[in-house]
Nanobody
């Protein structure tokens, strides 16, 4: 019952910045941890960053110091600020969340449709 929609992707040059947004809509009891993942052509989807409902964060080693994940619980939105972008960051970025249904007890998972980030050299 939760839909995630990513936005903010695009084409940038190396060294530039982008800010991705992921807005949740629908109904739920609680949005728990949220995260950003990415998948480049020919590669498996990999974890980029996660953030808990209380704000604790975790990052992949490849993006530490460059990317920042944050969330605005009032807006039901998670962000990924990407600075000092490198060509290796080129991928489709997906938003993910674990949540509890409005009228349910179990923990569910949902993914967004993805937004493409292309970093040229």
């Amino acid at each position: 019952q939760v839909q995630l929609v990513e936005s903010g992707g695009g084409l940038v040059q190396a060294g530039e910045s982008l800010r991705l947004s992921c807005a949740a809509s629908g109904s739920w009891s609680s949005l728990n941890a949220m995260g950003w993942y990415r998948q480049a052509p020919g590669n498996e989807r990999e974890l980029v960053a996660t953030i808990t409902s209380s704000g604790s964060t975790n990052y992949a080693d490849s993006v530490k110091g460059r990317f920042t994940i944050s969330r605005d619980n009032a807006k039901n939105t998670v962000y990924l600020q990407m600075n000092s972008l490198k060509p290796g960051d080129t991928a489709v970025y997906y938003c993910n969340t674990h949540y509890i249904r409005r009228y349910g007890l179990g923990l569910l998972e949902v993914w967004g449709q993805g937004t493409l980030v292309t970093v040229s050299s």
